[in-house]
């Protein structure tokens, strides 16, 4: 839909009498599908859908208010999603920039995810191409940095990141109205990156922080996994994914729903393994279906001792 047809609907949506029907504008828009599609992509993250809801009511709005003439200046479209991995920050980005579209903000429904090592070249002259390259391709939807943070290397003299943070900054103030630019990372390392980086934070119109899921929300995600997969803990092994859960949450590296399903690809393997080494009775259905505790206890998280890496390798 163009930016044109969108104007079209929210002007149909003010009466002769300059009454406005917020809830025709809003059913028009579509952007309650998009809502409602998010909140069945993730589990819980109820603070984050909630302010996705309080930026599209807010479009909206700006919207009709430009249709009738109320200006209030251009709304600050640039974002930070602040919290760990497996948090749903890319998915989120994608129903954001499907908002953003319908609502006529951005020309393009689409959503570039980048890091570091696309925007920062090894050597002199090499980042400024390199990040120029990214933004032009971005223009016109959703330029998704992850890891944003790792762009300011204080601790590393004469790294290229600064000229790629700089290049960004002029493009988030000058293009503002034909890119969306999303910032992702770490909370802490984020709010550090700010503070060395006033320029970029006042750039920023909304700060969403992804706070981790607790175990109830990771075992919902388990099982939504599993029964996708066409598998199934058995009781057992369902306290013992909870227990696992539990352990697993408090050691490095853990990533919310990605270490949910890492975990259960694991068990996955240690099931085919166990089935091989049944000699005395036929595999039924039910076998290949059933993840059992065995699977899930045979994991290091369980072992004592287990050293400080990676319990996932």
């Not at 974002?79 to 908002?99: C, D, H, Q, S, W």
């Not at 859960?245 to 990533?255: G, T």
């Not at 505790?293 to 890496?309: M, T, Y």
Request: hydrophobic share 40%; aromatic share 6%.
């Amino acid at each position: 839909m163009n930016k044109q047809l969108q104007e079209k609907e929210v002007i149909a949506t003010v009466g002769s009498d300059s009454t406005i029907d917020l809830a025709a504008a809003f059913k028009e828009s579509q952007v309650q599908e998009i809502l409602e599609q998010l909140d069945q992509e993730l589990v819980g993250l109820l603070s984050v859908k909630n302010k996705i809801r309080e930026m599209a009511a807010l479009l909206l709005v700006d919207r009709i208010r430009k249709s009738l003439g109320l200006t209030a200046g251009a709304v600050t479209l640039h974002m930070t999603f602040l919290g760990n991995p497996g948090m749903g920050k890319t998915t989120v980005a994608m129903r954001m920039a499907e908002i953003l579209y319908r609502l006529g903000y951005i020309r393009r429904q689409n959503v570039m995810l980048v890091t570091r090592d696309d925007l920062v070249g090894q050597g002199i002259g090499q980042t400024a191409p390199k990040t120029r390259e990214v933004l032009n391709n971005a223009m016109g939807g959703v330029l998704l940095i992850d890891e944003a943070y790792t762009l300011f290397r204080p601790t590393h003299p004469g790294d290229f990141g600064l000229e790629a943070i700089e290049i960004l900054m002029q493009v988030m103030e000058n293009q503002r109205d034909d890119l969306v630019v999303i910032l992702a990372g770490y909370k802490q390392q984020m709010e550090h990156f700010f503070h060395s980086n006033p320029g970029m934070n006042s750039r920023i119109g909304l700060h969403i922080e992804f706070n981790d899921y607790s175990v109830d929300d990771l075992m919902i995600i388990a099982q939504s996994i599993v029964t996708e997969q066409n598998y199934s803990f058995s009781a057992e092994a369902e306290i013992a994914f909870r227990e696992y859960l539990i352990r697993r949450k408090v050691m490095p590296h853990f990533a919310n729903a990605r270490s949910v399903r890492n975990a259960i690809d694991r068990a996955r393997l240690r099931q085919a393994n166990r089935l091989l080494m049944i000699r005395t009775r036929p595999i039924t259905r039910q076998d290949l279906i059933t993840i059992e505790a065995e699977d899930i206890l045979a994991s290091r998280v369980f072992q004592e001792g287990v050293p400080d890496c990676d319990p996932e390798n």
